[in-house]
Every structure is written in structure tokens, then in C-alpha cells.
T-cell receptor, first 113, second 116 residues
């Protein structure tokens, strides 16, 4: 049963620290999305990649967030420095051209104190 | 303008009854896809059902069906014979364009509570 995996599942950190979240898309999927979910803003698209190239990262605060795909099996989302307002659940999702949907990982729950 | 609008923040339904969750969308594209996801309290996002803009028949997946009314730009989710396990947040989403795997737009969600 192929699934998107995300690590860590939970992260508590202090303001100013660097946070790195990792995502392993489903093998064969060439499109990866990063979302952030909060009670106030709902589900927001931060960035997405196709064939490891960033297609759209307009939803991401550029000064502190960065997203990369070092290889086809790993996507990373970094926050440096982190702030309390970054506290949220961060989802990764993957899919491929012709697939009718994207499949979500379990999410990383980030708390910045 | 909002791409996806879900006007029901919360709904209650009696177990074994049917329920309709509303969704309207806004796009000028001819080709697009509509989706529903379920998010239980555990937090994962579960794909439920998909409707393509050119599909003439309403999509169905088990107890889920999508009532697609193209002229009204609505894509309501119908859950038949509700079960307690259906209690969750439900999100409607749209992908513009069918040829490219483009970004999704999500609604604000509807919290469904199924009463025993």
C-alpha cells in the first residue's frame, strides 16, 4: 500500500530555531505539493514541484521558508528562523500527470514556542 | 473571488440518513477537476471522489456521490446512509486544467457530525 511519508510527525521548537520537514512522495509520482493548515487560514498551498523543479512557490514567505527536492524520493521544507505564527500542520502531497488526485501524507504538526 | 466556496461550516445528520455537503466553484477554464477530501480528527486527508468537467455522469464511489451541476458551478457531495465514522471535516477542491497537473484550490471545509 503506497503512501506519502512525512517526518517528523510532531515538532516542538523555540522561536528562532531552524526547522526541517521531510517528505517522501509515492514512488513514481513526479509532482509534490506542500500545504500548511491552520484554524484561521485553512489549507494553504505553499509550493509545488514537478519533476523536482519548483513550479509555484508564491504561497511561501520567501524570507524564511525554502522548499527543495534534492532527489525524486525526497522533498524538504525548511523554516529559518521559525516564528510562533508558523505553528501549523504541514502536509506534503504527491501525484503524477494523469492521476485524478493527489495523495496526502500524515502531516507534520509544528509548534513554535 | 474565492475559487471554492463551502457555505456550511458545520452540519448534523442522523445516523443512516443521507446528507448533502455544498460546494460551489469559480473558474473560467473549460477543463477542470473537482474533488472531495475527508479529514477525520486524526488529521489525515483522505481522497473520496473525483469529477472531471467533461464527465457527463455524476461520479460515485460507494456511499459517496458527487452531484455535479455544471451550469450552476456546483459540486455537492452526497453521503448516503451516514455512519458514525463519517464524522469529520470535508473539503471540496478544484484543479484548473486537465492537461497539466496544476495546483489545487481548497474550500474552508464543512464539519459533519453524525448523531447516533
Amino acid at each position: 500500500d503506497a503512501r506519502v511519508t512525512q517526518t517528523p510527525r510532531h515538532k516542538v521548537t523555540e522561536m528562532g530555531q531552524e526547522v526541517t520537514m521531510r517528505c517522501q512522495p509515492i514512488l513514481g509520482h513526479n509532482t509534490v505539493f506542500w500545504y500548511r493548515q491552520t484554524m484561521m487560514q485553512g489549507l494553504e498551498l505553499l509550493a509545488y514541484f514537478r519533476n523536482r523543479a519548483p513550479l509555484d512557490d508564491s504561497g511561501m514567505p520567501k524570507d524564511r521558508f525554502s522548499a527543495e527536492m534534492p532527489d525524486a524520493t525526497l522533498a524538504t521544507l525548511k523554516i529559518q528562523p521559525s516564528e510562533p505564527r508558523d505553528s501549523a500542520v504541514y502536509f506534503c502531497a504527491s501525484g503524477f500527470l494523469g492521476l485524478d488526485t493527489q495523495y496526502f501524507g500524515p502531516g507534520t504538526r509544528l509548534t513554535v514556542l | 473571488a474565492q475559487k471554492i466556496t463551502q457555505t456550511q461550516p458545520g452540519m448534523f445528520v442522523q445516523e443512516k440518513e443521507a446528507v448533502t455537503l455544498d460546494c460551489t466553484y469559480d473558474t473560467s477554464d473549460q477543463s477542470y477537476g473537482l474533488f472531495w477530501y475527508k479529514q477525520p480528527s486524526s488529521g489525515e486527508m483522505i481522497f473520496l471522489i473525483y469529477q472531471g468537467s467533461y464527465d457527463e455522469q455524476n461520479a460515485t464511489e460507494g456511499r459517496y456521490s458527487l452531484n455535479f451541476q455544471k451550469a450552476r458551478k456546483s459540486a455537492n457531495l452526497v453521503i448516503s446512509a451516514s455512519q458514525l465514522g463519517d464524522s469529520a471535516m470535508y473539503f471540496c477542491a478544484m484543479r484548473e486544467g486537465l492537461e497539466n497537473f496544476n495546483k489545487f484550490y481548497f474550500g474552508s471545509g464543512t464539519k459533519l457530525n453524525v448523531k447516533p
